[in-house]
């Protein structure tokens, strides 16, 4: 690899191979190489290989959801012959070698990712150039940096120190040794506007809005369910009708294939207003149309499962819903796969779902089903036939164009006008946003979004009290608690949508005080152990000196509370601030909490059982995270027994 030299100024020193007038930017390139051009960068779904590292655009189709659709990363280009090929050939090689090393070395790295990554690293290619030094030089002047920086959007900001730690991380080995001051790049970029979190958060649906909503994506199920084997004949029989006709001249393809269709025309224009005539191919209104139907009912899957759109885009035809029985009552699964958990590669994952959701799911095979028995091609090795498929391939997904298409039908079908009530509302939830920059206007219709549908599941779900954290952390495939309760944020200022008089849930949170005053009670009373903790002289000092009437009125009043815990319980009547997804309230016994109540018997169980982990760890995967984890969680146990073995009530 040749040696590189940079000018105070960030402009290059040629090195000696560059000075021969005879080197064209090919050779250039050849020269500039950060990596052995015959690395393999990425590879197949048979594991062969698709691209290497020299290749002029990277092919990693095998990472997207369907392992067909187009996935390329391509590199910088110099459009203006007036521009040196030299340094060009230098920023695009520079590009690749940043792109190569966050996608070898990422821990989380998605293609999607990947793919925004390049494409922020190919604005700095172009301004490199433009200022005629290379792009990492211009990745290292923080004043140029702050200069163009401010008007590249919010890809740019959150991408670009990505490809700066990535550049100081490597220096050495991309042969960079010129000053990169970290720090204060990282200062210039925080400076930026890029607004405060929680306005960049999805908006929740109001009440109103999400009702209607959920109501109209019902009702288009039900018309879908009525009218789709007519459309899936129609389908069929304009399939057939190319196969069938006599192609020999083409006065008689047209007659006779207007005979064949004659039926279908007329259902055509009678269900779905379809205008025969030059400009309007029945083929195409055909397939128009049943790529509507599965936009729409993509959209009720992930209203009524909470999915992520490209989940929802890339379930499997095949094995996709499962239905169980548990008390006399039926339940679905979805199954699929999520890339989330995983380190940006999709793997096995299933969601909850209604009566709604598994009736979107049937629909959708049908229309897939139709669309795979007409295709004459084979697939290839590994290939899987899809749920949501576009109308060439049953193996390749919907594409975004005609999803964006259908939800645009989809808004102006089911999506109400917002009013007043619908922003006073939200303002209830954040005071301090413009709903405006999210195209939420009094006047207009909601500008539904599906992640709009995900986040007020969360919210509304937690907020009619039936669904915990825990469950929604395992339905919403988050990995992090800090996510599921972004996302279930503001639950407690929404709406409680449980309308049904006669709905258990509201005879749950009218109990919730009996409830907890009985466990209060019980816990103190009739339980056969020993309770330790601040929480638990608080405890017995309250019940004490006051009467079960006195003590009940306290409850009511909510100046007491208690709810049960893994290791004992909890008298906290503010909401608790701790980690809530943790099995164990391991924050809480080691900030030595007022409102804990731990029983002896379940620490010392607790504490046997976690010994066993961290043994068990230590002898398979010693010195692992997971044991180090597990290791600390066992020393916080042991402090806490020591420390509480004093406080017996």
């Keep these: 690899m040749a040696k590189r030299s940079h000018q105070k100024d960030g402009r290059i020193n040629p090195s000696p191979t560059l000075k021969q007038r005879d080197v064209d930017a090919e050779s250039a390139i050849a020269t500039y190489s950060y990596f052995d051009p015959e690395t393999v960068v990425s590879r197949d779904t048979l594991n062969r290989v698709a691209s290497r590292y020299k290749d002029s655009s990277w092919n990693h189709q095998a990472r997207t959801p369907d392992s067909m659709s187009a996935a390329r990363l391509y590199f910088f280009e110099a459009k203006d012959p007036g521009h040196d090929p030299k340094l060009a050939a230098l920023i695009r090689e520079q590009q690749k070698a940043l792109i190569w090393l966050i996608d070898d070395a990422g821990k989380t ?37 702050e ?56 908006p929740l649906i109001p009440s109103r809005v999400y009702c209607e909503i959920l109501g109209g994506l019902i009702a288009k199920i039900e018309s879908i369910e009525k009218d789709l084997s007519c459309l899936i004949d129609a389908y069929r029989l304009e399939r057939e009708s190319h196969r069938t006709i006599n192609t020999a001249k083409q006065e008689q393809n047209v007659e006779k294939r207007s005979e064949i269709l004659k039926g279908t025309v007329e259902y055509l224009k009678a269900v779905h207003g379809f205008v025969p005539g030059r400009g ?114 049953p193996f390749r997904m919907i594409n975004g164009l005609a999803f964006d298409n259908g939800r645009t039908e989809l808004v102006e079908e089911i999506s109400p006008v917002v009013t007043q009530a619908d922003i006073d509302e939200l303002d209830n939830l954040q005071l301090d946003r413009d709903w405006r920059r999210k195209g939420i206007e009094v006047g207009r219709r909601w500008p539904l979004a599906p992640h709009q549908l995900r986040r007020s599941l969360a919210v509304y779900a937690h907020r009619s009290g039936m669904v915990s954290l825990p469950a929604l952390k395992g339905q919403l495939q988050h990995l992090t608690d800090e996510m599921v309760l972004y996302y279930s944020s503001g ?56 009467t079960r009437q006195a003590t009940l009125k306290l409850f009511r009043e909510g100046k007491l509370a208690y709810r049960e815990t893994v290791l004992g319980g909890c008298v906290s009547t503010d909401e608790c601030k701790v ?71």
């Design 491 to 546: 639950f407690s200022r929404a709406q409680n949508l449980v309308f049904d008089e006669d709905h258990f849930s509201h005879e749950w949170n009218a109990a919730k005080t009996e409830s907890s005053y009985f466990g209060y009670a019980l816990a103190l009373l009739f339980e056969d152990d020993e309770l330790l903790g601040r929480g638990a002289e608080r405890m017995a000092k309250t019940v004490s000196g006051h």
């Design 147 to 202: 200069t163009e920086i401010a008007s590249m959007g919010t890809q740019a900001q959150t991408k670009t120190p990505t490809l700066i730690q990535t550049l100081w991380r490597h220096r050495e080995k991309l042969d960079f040794n010129a000053h990169l001051p970290l720090q204060r790049l990282k200062e210039v970029i925080g400076k930026q506007p890029r607004g405060k979190k929680h306005e960049r958060q999805t």
């Design 579 to 649: 980690r809530p997804l943790d099995p164990i309230e391991f924050d809480c016994i080691d900030s030595q909490c007022a409102n804990l109540i731990v029983k002896r018997k379940r620490l010392d169980h607790i504490v046997f059982t976690q010994r066993g982990i961290v043994n068990s760890l230590g002898q398979n995967s010693a010195n692992s995270v997971e044991h180090r984890l597990e290791a600390d969680h066992l020393q916080s146990l042991l402090r806490a027994q020591k420390r509480l073995s004093g406080i017996a009530v």
């Design 109 to 145: 790295q998605s293609f999607n990712s990947l793919r925004v990554a390049n494409y922020v690293a190919m604005a700095w290619c172009k301004i490199a150039l433009n200022r005629e030094v290379s792009l990492f030089d211009v990745l290292s002047n923080p004043e140029w940096i």
């Design 280 to 393: 309007h191919a029945i083929d195409l209104f055909i397939v128009g149309r049943m790529r509507t139907y599965q936009v729409w009912l993509l959209h009720a899957i992930i209203a009524f499962t909470g999915m992520r759109r490209m989940e929802a885009i890339s379930l499997p035809l095949e094995g996709v819903l499962e239905r169980v029985e548990d008390r006399d009552r039926y339940h679905y699964w979805i199954h699929g796969y999520s890339s989330k958990l995983n380190n940006g590669n999709k793997k096995p994952a299933s969601w909850i779902t209604n009566e709604y959701g598994a009736r979107a799911v049937l629909a959708a095979q049908k229309i897939a089903k139709a669309i795979g028995d007409e295709f004459d091609g084979t697939p290839e090795p590994g290939q899987q036939a899809q749920l949501f498929p576009g109308a060439k391939s």
